[in-house]
């Protein structure tokens, strides 16, 4: 059993080096492609100059973004979600370092517990480097989320400085810079990124749409379905930008006293669930040998995988029946 622990480590050490050259000798493969083809080498060696099916920047951005990491997820169909949801958290990872991140945290944590426990819990150990790799998938998550909360926060007042700018006799872009330059973060680098781009050339109804998928809130829908509506039909925006900023902050009132009703039910749920740990600590202490059979039997690893997965589950369905959206 002491003689698994070498050969795994052996095994894993080799695997990473072999992915490491690997992934260095194809970024050095496509650097050199995209080099080039934009010093014209391309064009040079096929007699004379080719008419492209598009710009030449496009065609090299579109290869050099070939990666073994980006492959996988292209073909799991995954990276489209995982790079808009790094987008919403404002992270530079791009969708190859997310998955590089989980795997080294998997295999870090499966190490750990394989050297912790003498490769005796191989369940554990697999446990343990499942959720070492749900950890940076988590984390983003949780912070898309809390920008997303922050962003709606700071919304309704700059709807309404936005209403009070076009009153002024600001146009509607114009107005968009300045809330850049009034506002803080997120909100001030979202509708600059939003304002570069209309101001690069980009159509209105393109730049908004942009912007509902970075951010994804209902208000912020409302806010492009409105300021879109009127672009097509008139009206006045300033004065539709003013209540759908009520609308706002009265959703957010409601949401404030379902989330203060809610408490003790989601609160009894987490205890419900911290109940059965507590109870399996308390048992190591007390009577270690019964503990022990859910460590040493094989049966026991079984009983101890269905209960965690039963708690997991009905921590979810509380969660779900105290959680109302608004």
């Known amino acids: 059993m002491r003689g698994v622990i070498p050969v795994f480590l052996l095994t894993a ?48 951005a579109g290869q050099v973004k070939g990666r073994l990491a980006t492959r996988a997820l292209d073909r799991l169909k995954l990276k489209e979600a995982v790079e808009r949801m790094l987008e919403t958290a404002d992270l530079k990872w791009g969708a190859a370092g997310l998955l590089h991140r989980s795997a080294g945290a998997c295999l870090g944590a499966s190490l750990a517990t394989m050297a912790l426990t003498a490769n005796r819990l191989p369940l554990a150990t697999a446990a343990a480097g499942l959720l070492a790799a749900m950890v940076p998938v988590k984390w983003a998550q949780r912070k898309a989320r809390r920008r997303v909360r922050k962003f709606e926060e700071q919304f309704p007042d700059c709807l309404e400085f936005i209403a009070r700018s076009m009153r002024a006799g600001h146009a509607f872009s114009v107005s968009l810079e300045i809330v850049h330059k009034e506002f803080a973060e997120p909100l001030a680098g979202e509708f600059r990124r939003t304002f570069e781009e209309q101001n690069l ?15 994804p809130s209902l208000d912020v829908q409302f806010f492009v379905s409105a300021v879109l509506l009127q672009k097509r039909t008139g009206g006045n925006l300033a004065e539709l930008l003013d ?31 911290a109940i059965p740990a507590a109870v399996g600590a308390l048992m190591f202490v007390v009577n270690p040998r019964y503990a022990w059979f859910f460590v040493d039997d094989p049966m026991g690893h079984e009983l101890l995988a269905g209960a965690l997965a039963l708690q997991v589950v009905g921590y979810m369905i509380i969660k779900k029946i105290v959680t109302i959206e608004v």
């Not at 080799?14 to 493969?29: D, F, I, P």
């Not at 900023?245 to 205890?271: N, W």
């Open 201 to 215: 050339g980009q159509p209105l109804d393109i730049v908004l749409k942009k912007l509902e998928h970075r951010i």
């Open 243 to 273: 209540k759908l900023a009520h609308i706002i902050r009265e959703r957010f009132k409601l949401r404030a006293r379902i989330r203060a009703i809610s408490a003790q039910g989601l609160m009894s749920g987490r205890i419900l669930a």
């Open 13 to 60: 050490l080799t695997s990473m080096a072999t992915m490491a050259l690997v992934m260095n000798w194809q970024a050095r493969r496509e650097h050199a492609l995209a080099l080039r083809r934009l010093a014209g080498k391309a064009a040079a060696k096929a007699g004379g100059p080719r008419r492209s099916a598009g710009p030449l920047l496009m065609q090299v």
